[in-house]
């Protein structure tokens, strides 16, 4: 399993054809407590790039962007009673959903760990 | 000026401070030719108190006022008693002269008279949650549309044709811009509501049924069957309430099935003000508060663990989202919901109920004596405090008539539904707690003679 | 300046929170906790009003109808009402009680004659279907109104039913969506500066525009040039702000009306500021097509804990054929029409249609109108020039210890803007707020505009003296020396309001939104968000 990262603080951990995508421990500490979770429905189809999901905080809705096109197949419903989930463990059970890739050449477009540091270390 | 405290030596040191010579320095971004170099032409100049109260004065004399006449207008906008504890508590400073409650720490007073209009609005509608308030019934009435639009990601919305028409103009003018499919239709002249023609106009597109209860006309649908025929296309029912008092003894909207429910909050507090400022009601289920437009006053605590309140759920609305908000509603109608709830924590729900059940016996009596008039004859089988009836001649004339004797005798439908030949003859009337056997008897009396 | 407190006496941290445990109440003298309705009286018989027992029938075809039970709200009796919301009051902050320097909101002084105009039961108590011949009195008072905004602003018509601001701006872009639907055309984008205020966009994409940003100048204007780099055959038109959300004036104002009507678009104004200008420039020597003008703000109506407002919207000849239903006009023998639906299709065929019930605001404009006649033209121009003063003495009596982003490129208009960028670090613009808060002021505007980190927005407005400024200096002045010294008390202010700062994380996380009967179970405050930022 590996694991991708976009410029907009999304990861997607990658294992065959299946990936889970959250939101980055970054991402989660920039915007402070975590109080909503809008999340897609399981069947939604998504190209690279479009808004999939929406993370509130108290005073900001962020878009999340698709890391790569895909269809929904399974999104993290412990998120709507526990949103602070998301930040309590960003890159872990706070995953927001589960897709199958439409096409797995998109993830050269992504960075690795070490660029994605490198990245929010410039930030 | 008596509401400008600078002298003109605090002009000549601040200006002193800041390093100008003149105020007009300071508006040198102002291209010069744009820059007036005295008042603007063709205009007063000040006026003192006693001058601006005798011209204000000589203006209000020149209308007939409700309290000053027999008076039974209803259709959007009703006349109750408004006790004089509501009026003199709304003009305490400092509710009056409070802004929106974005600092929670010193806005507890509005913030908790918010939470606790919100949960009298909630109770009354019998919905789950309610918000602090809109501009008024018919924009509610519009925000309820968009809102079961953004639910149902279909954009048909059905209209009874007893919706009142100035909402469904609201509705139609906002549907022109943003692309949305309005089904909308006339009042028939017949004793019952047109639920059957709004079930049958719920198809697999539609978004939402609109219903006014009771509808323009003053007869009830029945909510409880359009409700089950919009859920089974998987449609949202929007009912309407423009008289806030028939909830006092109708079943409440939310109660028979209604997933959104809008009202005028206008008849409790408020008063008829010639239209506005009024207040929008805006009930609904917990689980679509995300998608609900205006604010919301929630509960909290603050550092010390003491209750508190605060406005929240802000990632709605437009000072975040932005272009993505639910709705681009800023201000509300603060002091009107605060009007509202001190009028209905005075009357409790044992005093909302009786003042409903006064509105609805003076409604009898005035509809008995009416019916004995020669030619009129009145069309509904149920009413609240607002009934129609027919009258042999077109009822726009006969309400100039009556004014003419000193009587505010009703709405016509004319005037609410110009161009439609058939409802010409219909009057709308109306009567509540105030309403006296004297009033009565003189509309009886005068519209005998009228018709005559 | 004089120091507001020549003693030198400060209360000391710590010795309100100390109190509160002493007493059995919960209250603390005047300070008073007020338990909500629901917990003063179980729903039930009692109540705050006599009326008469009514009959206790229904029509028997109404009685499948009835309510199963009555709405379970409980009644207070009229002392305990009057104690209720009197106590509450005693909870807020008001423009009555002090300076409430609210930038872009125009706290004002409101005048005690608008309410006694307003209550005359010639306008309070009269139906809005009476017939149009029992309230002349009424449709003059409208017309007059309109009268003075067309004059005011050198404008063509003037909409008067808008509801509030915002709504005035959806009333002002359906303008402009009409006149270009008359063209045959199908323009569908709005050029919005990134310094607008949030209803700008919110109103554009609710009537159906594509909202693209334009970006500003490093003085805090319009870019021109950007701007007419944007302009083409799909661009409806621009919505600028003037003078602008950062208290400037937008001095290409002319230059970006002539491109942009030179492109075929048609330039809407949010009026929020026209405070600023009033009786000084017009509008519509501008070239401006539509602009809305709060009366809540300039024109001094209440703001009433947040509303009503009015938002009636003035347009250029090009608009006004297209403005909504109803409007009043003055016949040859004096009299005022309304014209309504039955009227449009002769006297109106290209209105877009109705906006919302019935004729608007009266409330608010016969305090409007009120207002306006008491300053006459003369007053509203020292209106303008008092409220521009005040603003520019508070921009330089503060410079020197505030970072102004915008301070040394020329004067402000009616407010001062300042950022956090000589805060130290851990020290933010929300501690300055909540800080102000304890000094018994009404915090500023923060955060906003977006376009500054960190930004405080003051508009003192022209009904603040010159003592009262000087108190409202003297605090800041104090607390930016606090904030500078690394006084970690400001971190936790207020300490001295009826509340600390609130947990509104836990508030949108599990909303609470109506009284359920029980208290919200004791919460760790979620420390890192409360106040919000």
């Given at each position: 399993?590996?694991?991708?990262?976009?410029?907009?603080?999304?990861?997607?951990?990658?294992?065959?054809?299946?990936?889970?995508?959250?939101?980055?421990?970054?991402?989660?500490?920039?915007?402070?407590?975590?109080?909503?979770?809008?999340?897609?429905?399981?069947?939604?189809?998504?190209?690279?790039?479009?808004?999939?999901?929406?993370?509130?905080?108290?005073?900001?809705?962020?878009?999340?962007?698709?890391?790569?096109?895909?269809?929904?197949?399974?999104?993290?419903?412990?998120?709507?009673?526990?949103?602070?989930?998301?930040?309590?463990?960003?890159?872990?059970?706070?995953?927001?959903?589960?897709?199958?890739?439409?096409?797995?050449?998109?993830?050269?477009?992504?960075?690795?760990?070490?660029?994605?540091?490198?990245?929010?270390?410039?930030? | 000026?008596?509401?400008?405290?600078?002298?003109?030596?605090?002009?000549?040191?601040?200006?002193?401070?800041?390093?100008?010579?003149?105020?007009?320095?300071?508006?040198?971004?102002?291209?010069?030719?744009?820059?007036?170099?005295?008042?603007?032409?063709?205009?007063?100049?000040?006026?003192?108190?006693?001058?601006?109260?005798?011209?204000?004065?000589?203006?209000?004399?020149?209308?007939?006022?409700?309290?000053?006449?027999?008076?039974?207008?209803?259709?959007?906008?009703?006349?109750?008693?408004?006790?004089?504890?509501?009026?003199?508590?709304?003009?305490?400073?400092?509710?009056?002269?409070?802004?929106?409650?974005?600092?929670?720490?010193?806005?507890?007073?509005?913030?908790?008279?918010?939470?606790?209009?919100?949960?009298?609005?909630?109770?009354?509608?019998?919905?789950?949650?309610?918000?602090?308030?809109?501009?008024?019934?018919?924009?509610?009435?519009?925000?309820?549309?968009?809102?079961?639009?953004?639910?149902?990601?279909?954009?048909?919305?059905?209209?009874?044709?007893?919706?009142?028409?100035?909402?469904?103009?609201?509705?139609?003018?906002?549907?022109?811009?943003?692309?949305?499919?309005?089904?909308?239709?006339?009042?028939?002249?017949?004793?019952?509501?047109?639920?059957?023609?709004?079930?049958?106009?719920?198809?697999?597109?539609?978004?939402?049924?609109?219903?006014?209860?009771?509808?323009?006309?003053?007869?009830?649908?029945?909510?409880?069957?359009?409700?089950?025929?919009?859920?089974?296309?998987?449609?949202?029912?929007?009912?309407?309430?423009?008289?806030?008092?028939?909830?006092?003894?109708?079943?409440?909207?939310?109660?028979?099935?209604?997933?959104?429910?809008?009202?005028?909050?206008?008849?409790?507090?408020?008063?008829?003000?010639?239209?506005?400022?009024?207040?929008?009601?805006?009930?609904?289920?917990?689980?679509?508060?995300?998608?609900?437009?205006?604010?919301?006053?929630?509960?909290?605590?603050?550092?010390?663990?003491?209750?508190?309140?605060?406005?929240?759920?802000?990632?709605?609305?437009?000072?975040?989202?932005?272009?993505?908000?639910?709705?681009?509603?800023?201000?509300?109608?603060?002091?009107?919901?605060?009007?509202?709830?001190?009028?209905?924590?005075?009357?409790?729900?044992?005093?909302?109920?009786?003042?409903?059940?006064?509105?609805?016996?003076?409604?009898?009596?005035?509809?008995?004596?009416?019916?004995?008039?020669?030619?009129?004859?009145?069309?509904?089988?149920?009413?609240?405090?607002?009934?129609?009836?027919?009258?042999?001649?077109?009822?726009?004339?006969?309400?100039?008539?009556?004014?003419?004797?000193?009587?505010?005798?009703?709405?016509?439908?004319?005037?609410?539904?110009?161009?439609?030949?058939?409802?010409?003859?219909?009057?709308?009337?109306?009567?509540?707690?105030?309403?006296?056997?004297?009033?009565?008897?003189?509309?009886?009396?005068?519209?005998?003679?009228?018709?005559? | 300046?004089?120091?507001?407190?020549?003693?030198?006496?400060?209360?000391?941290?710590?010795?309100?929170?100390?109190?509160?445990?002493?007493?059995?109440?919960?209250?603390?003298?005047?300070?008073?906790?007020?338990?909500?309705?629901?917990?003063?009286?179980?729903?039930?018989?009692?109540?705050?009003?006599?009326?008469?027992?009514?009959?206790?029938?229904?029509?028997?075809?109404?009685?499948?109808?009835?309510?199963?039970?009555?709405?379970?709200?409980?009644?207070?009796?009229?002392?305990?009402?009057?104690?209720?919301?009197?106590?509450?009051?005693?909870?807020?902050?008001?423009?009555?009680?002090?300076?409430?320097?609210?930038?872009?909101?125009?706290?004002?002084?409101?005048?005690?004659?608008?309410?006694?105009?307003?209550?005359?039961?010639?306008?309070?108590?009269?139906?809005?279907?009476?017939?149009?011949?029992?309230?002349?009195?009424?449709?003059?008072?409208?017309?007059?109104?309109?009268?003075?905004?067309?004059?005011?602003?050198?404008?063509?018509?003037?909409?008067?039913?808008?509801?509030?601001?915002?709504?005035?701006?959806?009333?002002?872009?359906?303008?402009?969506?009409?006149?270009?639907?008359?063209?045959?055309?199908?323009?569908?984008?709005?050029?919005?500066?990134?310094?607008?205020?949030?209803?700008?966009?919110?109103?554009?994409?609710?009537?159906?525009?594509?909202?693209?940003?334009?970006?500003?100048?490093?003085?805090?204007?319009?870019?021109?040039?950007?701007?007419?780099?944007?302009?083409?055959?799909?661009?409806?038109?621009?919505?600028?702000?003037?003078?602008?959300?950062?208290?400037?004036?937008?001095?290409?104002?002319?230059?970006?009306?002539?491109?942009?009507?030179?492109?075929?678009?048609?330039?809407?104004?949010?009026?929020?500021?026209?405070?600023?200008?009033?009786?000084?420039?017009?509008?519509?020597?501008?070239?401006?097509?539509?602009?809305?003008?709060?009366?809540?703000?300039?024109?001094?109506?209440?703001?009433?804990?947040?509303?009503?407002?009015?938002?009636?919207?003035?347009?250029?000849?090009?608009?006004?054929?297209?403005?909504?239903?109803?409007?009043?006009?003055?016949?040859?023998?004096?009299?005022?029409?309304?014209?309504?639906?039955?009227?449009?299709?002769?006297?109106?065929?290209?209105?877009?249609?109705?906006?919302?019930?019935?004729?608007?605001?009266?409330?608010?404009?016969?305090?409007?109108?009120?207002?306006?006649?008491?300053?006459?033209?003369?007053?509203?121009?020292?209106?303008?020039?008092?409220?521009?003063?005040?603003?520019?003495?508070?921009?330089?009596?503060?410079?020197?210890?505030?970072?102004?982003?915008?301070?040394?490129?020329?004067?402000?208009?009616?407010?001062?803007?300042?950022?956090?960028?000589?805060?130290?670090?851990?020290?933010?613009?929300?501690?300055?707020?909540?800080?102000?808060?304890?000094?018994?002021?009404?915090?500023?505007?923060?955060?906003?505009?977006?376009?500054?980190?960190?930004?405080?927005?003051?508009?003192?407005?022209?009904?603040?003296?010159?003592?009262?400024?000087?108190?409202?200096?003297?605090?800041l002045r104090s607390l930016a020396g606090r904030a500078r010294a690394g006084d970690a008390t400001l971190k936790s202010a207020p300490h001295f309001a009826p509340r600390r700062r609130l947990d509104e994380t836990l508030a949108a996380r599990k909303p609470r939104l109506t009284w359920q009967g029980e208290a919200l179970p004791p919460q760790p405050p979620s420390l890192s968000e409360?106040?919000?930022?």
């Amino acid at each position: 399993m590996s694991r991708y990262f976009t410029k907009d603080h999304e990861w997607i951990d990658v294992s065959g054809e299946t990936g889970t995508v959250g939101i980055t421990d970054y991402a989660q500490s920039q915007l402070g407590d975590i109080t909503f979770v809008e999340l897609p429905e399981s069947g939604a189809s998504f190209g690279a790039g479009d808004t999939a999901s929406v993370v509130d905080s108290v005073k900001a809705a962020s878009d999340i962007y698709m890391p790569v096109g895909g269809t929904v197949t399974a999104i993290n419903e412990a998120l709507a009673d526990a949103p602070e989930l998301v930040n309590a463990a960003a890159e872990g059970d706070g995953w927001l959903f589960k897709v199958t890739l439409a096409d797995a050449a998109e993830l050269a477009a992504l960075m690795d760990e070490t660029a994605y540091k490198a990245y929010v270390a410039e930030l | 000026m008596r509401y400008l405290p600078l002298t003109a030596d605090d002009r000549s040191a601040m200006l002193a401070t800041i390093g100008a010579d003149a105020v007009d320095d300071l508006f040198a971004d102002v291209p010069a030719d744009c820059l007036l170099p005295g008042p603007v032409p063709g205009l007063p100049g000040h006026a003192s108190e006693m001058a601006v109260e005798r011209h204000m004065t000589a203006l209000a004399a020149r209308n007939l006022s409700a309290g000053s006449a027999p008076f039974f207008l209803g259709a959007g906008a009703y006349r109750h008693h408004v006790p004089s504890t509501v009026d003199h508590l709304i003009q305490r400073g400092e509710f009056l002269t409070a802004y929106t409650p974005y600092q929670p720490e010193i806005a507890q007073g509005t913030l908790q008279v918010l939470f606790e209009f919100q949960t009298q609005v909630a109770r009354l509608l019998g919905t789950e949650i309610a918000n602090a308030s809109m501009y008024d019934g018919s924009t509610a009435c519009w925000e309820a549309i968009a809102m079961a639009a953004r639910i149902t990601r279909r954009r048909k919305a059905v209209l009874s044709g007893g919706l009142h028409p100035h909402y469904a103009a609201t509705v139609r003018t906002m549907a022109r811009f943003t692309g949305d499919v309005i089904d909308a239709r006339v009042p028939v002249l017949e004793a019952a509501a047109d639920d059957a023609a709004v079930i049958a106009a719920i198809d697999g597109e539609t978004s939402c049924v609109v219903v006014q209860y009771p509808d323009l006309l003053g007869r009830i649908p029945d909510l409880a069957a359009i409700a089950e025929a919009a859920h089974a296309a998987k449609a949202l029912l929007i009912a309407v309430v423009t008289e806030p008092v028939a909830l006092g003894l109708l079943e409440a909207p939310g109660h028979l099935g209604a997933d959104i429910v809008v009202g005028e909050g206008q008849a409790l507090g408020v008063g008829l003000q010639f239209g506005g400022p009024y207040l929008g009601l805006f009930g609904c289920a917990e689980k679509h508060v995300r998608q609900m437009p205006g604010r919301l006053c929630g509960e909290t605590v603050d550092a010390e663990g003491k209750r508190g309140f605060v406005l929240t759920l802000s990632t709605r609305e437009q000072h975040i989202r932005r272009e993505k908000a639910t709705s681009n509603i800023c201000t509300n109608s603060g002091l009107c919901a605060l009007a509202f709830s001190i009028h209905m924590t005075l009357l409790g729900g044992a005093g909302l109920e009786r003042m409903a059940l006064l509105s609805h016996d003076a409604a009898r009596r005035t509809a008995a004596a009416l019916a004995r008039v020669p030619g009129v004859s009145l069309l509904n089988h149920a009413f609240f405090n607002e009934f129609t009836v027919v009258l042999p001649a077109d009822a726009r004339e006969a309400v100039r008539a009556l004014a003419d004797k000193g009587v505010l005798g009703g709405v016509s439908l004319g005037r609410l539904h110009p161009g439609e030949a058939g409802l010409a003859n219909g009057l709308l009337v109306t009567a509540t707690e105030l309403t006296t056997d004297e009033d009565i008897a003189a509309l009886a009396g005068a519209l005998t003679e009228v018709l005559a | 300046m004089n120091a507001p407190n020549a003693s030198g006496w400060r209360p000391a941290l710590g010795e309100a929170g100390e109190a509160g445990a002493a007493t059995a109440s919960g209250d603390r003298g005047l300070h008073f906790e007020e338990p909500l309705i629901f917990e003063l009286a179980e729903p039930g018989a009692r109540m705050g009003v006599d009326l008469d027992a009514p009959s206790g029938d229904v029509m028997p075809s109404l009685a499948r109808f009835r309510r199963q039970a009555i709405p379970a709200l409980p009644g207070l009796t009229e002392p305990e009402t009057v104690r209720h919301y009197t106590r509450l009051s005693r909870q807020n902050y008001a423009i009555d009680l002090g300076p409430f320097p609210l930038g872009s909101c125009t706290m004002k002084h409101n005048p005690r004659l608008n309410e006694k105009m307003a209550r005359l039961p010639g306008f309070a108590d009269i139906h809005p279907l009476q017939p149009q011949g029992t309230v002349q009195g009424a449709l003059d008072a409208i017309n007059q109104l309109a009268t003075w905004l067309i004059t005011l602003t050198g404008m063509h018509g003037v909409a008067m039913t808008p509801k509030a601001g915002a709504h005035g701006e959806l009333c002002g872009l359906l303008c402009i969506k009409a006149a270009i639907a008359a063209r045959g055309e199908s323009r569908d984008v709005i050029l919005v500066p990134e310094s607008a205020h949030g209803t700008n966009p919110a109103t554009a994409a609710f009537a159906g525009f594509r909202v693209e940003s334009i970006p500003a100048t490093a003085d805090g204007r319009v870019d021109l040039g950007a701007l007419r780099a944007r302009l083409g055959p799909n661009v409806a038109g621009v919505m600028i702000t003037n003078p602008n959300t950062c208290g400037l004036f937008e001095r290409d104002m002319k230059a970006i009306s002539d491109a942009v009507h030179a492109a075929g678009g048609y330039v809407y104004c949010d009026g929020a500021n026209f405070n600023a200008v009033v009786g000084k420039v017009r509008p519509g020597d501008l070239g401006v097509d539509a602009m809305h003008i709060n009366l809540h703000k300039t024109f001094s109506t209440p703001h009433g804990g947040g509303g009503p407002g009015s938002g009636p919207v003035v347009l250029s000849e090009a608009l006004s054929p297209f403005g909504p239903l109803p409007f009043t006009v003055r016949t040859a023998d004096g009299t005022i029409r309304l014209i309504e639906e039955e009227d449009a299709a002769g006297e109106h065929p290209q209105g877009f249609g109705r906006m919302a019930a019935f004729h608007g605001q009266m409330g608010m404009y016969t305090r409007a109108l009120t207002y306006i006649l008491s300053h006459g033209a003369d007053g509203l121009r020292q209106v303008a020039e008092d409220a521009v003063l005040n603003a520019n003495y508070v921009l330089r009596s503060l410079d020197d210890v505030l970072h102004a982003p915008f301070g040394a490129a020329g004067p402000c208009m009616h407010e001062a803007l300042f950022s956090d960028d000589d805060l130290p670090d851990g020290m933010t613009t929300l501690d300055i707020a909540k800080g102000l808060i304890d000094e018994g002021f009404h915090p500023m505007t923060v955060y906003f505009p977006l376009v500054v980190h960190g930004a405080m927005l003051i508009e003192p407005t022209e009904t603040e003296s010159k003592a009262g400024l000087d108190r409202l200096i003297c605090s800041l002045r104090s607390l930016a020396g606090r904030a500078r010294a690394g006084d970690a008390t400001l971190k936790s202010a207020p300490h001295f309001a009826p509340r600390r700062r609130l947990d509104e994380t836990l508030a949108a996380r599990k909303p609470r939104l109506t009284w359920q009967g029980e208290a919200l179970p004791p919460q760790p405050p979620s420390l890192s968000e409360i106040g919000g930022s």
